[in-house]
């Protein structure tokens, strides 16, 4: 039915980091969404809204495809997966950075000790764009999880992984050396829905905005 076609999708982390953050903007929105623990979706009751609940890794590629028009993921996750995403709005939570890191006792004096040396990352396509601007030649392994043993089992001799307060590196024996990138949660969209759905979402937009705006 149009009343079905007319409703906008948004993907949201399922359990995470931003899950959190994410239903609560919703709710701030005023949008009353009644949530079963293992659903995989839930529909607004007062607003033409549909929420899927993923991974957040898997969210630019639902969004891409028009499976969901907009989504809630980190930067560094529209970094490294997005292809042709929409970067609507950055949403101000799950502030934290990518960095590359050492074993503690090594001697760091600048980014060109990266060259010729092998680093861990789940961020291959941003460390990869971040080394060649700097003009280092490192070898990038990717890894999906764990990137901060890589060094103390011999894997690698530095690693690029997401640090907030830097203590996971810490209890690895790691120092942080340098920032690739700084992100937070950010608002994505599929850049080809139109019509009632673009207007539904320009109404959902202009709630978030304000209430951005009465949190700051
Ligand atoms: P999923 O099961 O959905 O794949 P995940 O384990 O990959 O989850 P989380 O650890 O929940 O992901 O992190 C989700 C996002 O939150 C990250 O991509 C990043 O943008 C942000 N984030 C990660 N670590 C932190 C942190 N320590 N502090 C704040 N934000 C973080
Ligand atoms: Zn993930």
Same mark, same amino acid.
């Given at each position: 039915?149009?009343?079905?076609?007319?409703?906008?999708?948004? &993907?949201?982390?399922?359990?995470?980091?931003?899950?959190?953050?994410?239903?609560?903007?919703?709710?701030? /929105?005023? $949008?009353?969404?009644?949530?079963?623990?293992?659903?995989?979706? &839930? *529909?607004?009751?007062?607003?033409?809204? *549909?929420?899927?609940?993923?991974?957040?890794?898997?969210?630019?590629?639902?969004?891409?495809?028009?499976? +969901?028009?907009?989504?809630? $993921?980190?930067?560094?996750?529209?970094?490294?997966?997005?292809?042709?995403?929409?970067?609507?709005?950055?949403?101000?939570?799950?502030? /934290?950075?990518?960095?590359?890191?050492?074993?503690?006792?090594?001697?760091?004096?600048?980014?060109?000790?990266?060259?010729?040396?092998?680093?861990?990352?789940?961020?291959?396509? $941003?460390?990869?764009?971040?080394?060649?601007?700097? =003009?280092?030649?490192?070898?990038?392994?990717? $890894?999906?999880?764990?990137?901060?043993?890589?060094?103390?089992?011999?894997?690698?001799?530095?690693? /690029?992984?997401?640090?907030?307060?830097?203590?996971?590196?810490?209890?690895?024996?790691?120092? *942080?050396?340098?920032?690739?990138?700084?992100?937070? +949660?950010?608002?994505? +969209?599929?850049?080809?829905?139109?019509?009632?759905?673009?207007? =539904?979402?320009?109404?959902?937009?202009?709630?978030?905005?304000?209430?951005?705006?009465?949190?700051?």
């Amino acid at each position: 039915s149009s009343e079905n076609s007319n409703r906008l999708k948004i &993907a949201i982390q399922k359990s995470g980091r931003l899950s959190e953050k994410s239903l609560a903007l919703l709710k701030e /929105c005023g $949008i009353q969404i009644t949530t079963s623990p293992n659903a995989l979706r &839930a *529909e607004a009751s007062n607003f033409p809204l *549909e929420i899927l609940f993923l991974r957040d890794d898997d969210i630019p590629e639902y969004v891409q495809d028009g499976v +969901a028009d907009v989504g809630i $993921i980190g930067e560094n996750v529209m970094l490294e997966k997005g292809k042709k995403l929409e970067l609507i709005d950055k949403l101000g939570f799950a502030k /934290c950075r990518l960095s590359l890191a050492v074993p503690r006792g090594t001697t760091y004096d600048d980014v060109s000790f990266f060259d010729g040396k092998r680093i861990a990352t789940s961020y291959p396509k $941003i460390l990869g764009e971040y080394f060649k601007e700097k =003009n280092v030649n490192a070898e990038i392994h990717m $890894i999906s999880g764990s990137v901060e043993i890589a060094p103390s089992i011999g894997l690698s001799e530095g690693v /690029c992984d997401i640090v907030s307060s830097g203590s996971t590196l810490l209890s690895n024996g790691l120092k *942080e050396v340098e920032t690739v990138l700084k992100s937070e +949660a950010v608002l994505v +969209a599929n850049p080809d829905f139109n019509g009632e759905k673009r207007k =539904n979402f320009e109404k959902l937009l202009f709630r978030m905005q304000s209430v951005r705006r009465s949190n700051k």
